[in-house]
């Protein structure tokens, strides 16, 4: 890096506002990208501003937790917008209602299927303890999985990498799926994509419609509250069984 640009760099990287500036001009600069290319999965804005923001900070030399420092704003901000999702939702009442039954199911299985998969697998290609139990809570939205990730006894770090990548694979594979399974239900889409991936599947959700986004951020919540009430109790006795079976 030029002398001059370093010395403004150092001075910048001191200030608590960088990584919020830093993160808002990497996801406009994603989401213009993304719309150019007339919204091609490939091209997910998530992916696309994380990749920027690794390439800056590894340029540069700047920490993580340093670059953390000012974007928490946006890690806070988590909370209450996940929260928010329960308006669309609430104008699919009437056929939430009707879909209750399979719904459940469906929920039930797909987070112990994300979670136990990811979990045995990983313990059998022997995995360390802590980079499996980071592993766990991969398909559920970044702050509970970080805290899930913690009582565990994982990684939260790892644990916040591991969810973009799996919500951004669901995202932009998740299309090409259904399509070879000819499930179009935007209900069944939607829900799906919540459990497996999260707050990204959601988004994308939103932009095919209004039916499979509220059915996605339904299945996100839901299985936010499932893996934080369930794993803790579950992966333990499972992580130790499949270690067993690797021996």
């Known amino acids: 890096m030029n002398p001059a640009l370093g010395e403004i760099w150092v001075y ?11 993160t808002l001009l990497a996801y406009q600069a994603a989401s213009w990208l993304y719309r150019r290319a007339g919204h091609h999965p490939l091209l997910n804005p998530v992916m696309l501003a994380v990749i920027m923001l690794v390439t800056v900070l590894t340029l540069t030399g700047t920490p993580y937790q340093t670059y953390f420092d000012g974007a928490q704003f946006v890690h806070f901000l988590l909370g209450p917008a996940t929260v928010a999702l329960a308006i669309p939702l609430y104008a699919q009442w009437a056929r939430l209602r009707a879909m209750l039954g399979p719904l459940l199911v469906t929920l039930v299985a797909g987070s112990l299927t994300a979670a136990l998969s990811a979990v045995g697998i990983a313990a059998l290609l022997g995995a360390s303890g802590e980079s499996t139990m980071s592993l766990a809570p991969k398909s559920v939205t970044t702050p509970i999985a970080m805290g899930v990730a913690e009582r565990l006894g994982g990684l939260p770090s790892l644990t916040a990498v591991l969810v973009i990548m799996t919500g951004v694979l669901g995202a932009v594979g998740a299309r090409y ?55 803790p109790w579950i992966v333990p006795p499972i992580l130790a069984w499949f270690e067993g079976v690797g021996r």
């Open 12 to 22: 910048l990287s001191a200030t608590p506002l960088l990584g919020l500036t830093l």
């Open 177 to 231: 799926l259904y399509r070879v399974l000819r499930i179009d239900d935007p209900a069944v889409r939607g829900f799906a994509l919540g459990i497996a991936s999260h707050g990204i599947g959601t988004a994308r959700a939103f932009q095919v419609s209004e039916q499979a986004g509220a059915f996605a951020a339904l299945g996100m919540g839901l299985n936010g509250l499932v893996t934080a009430a369930s794993l």
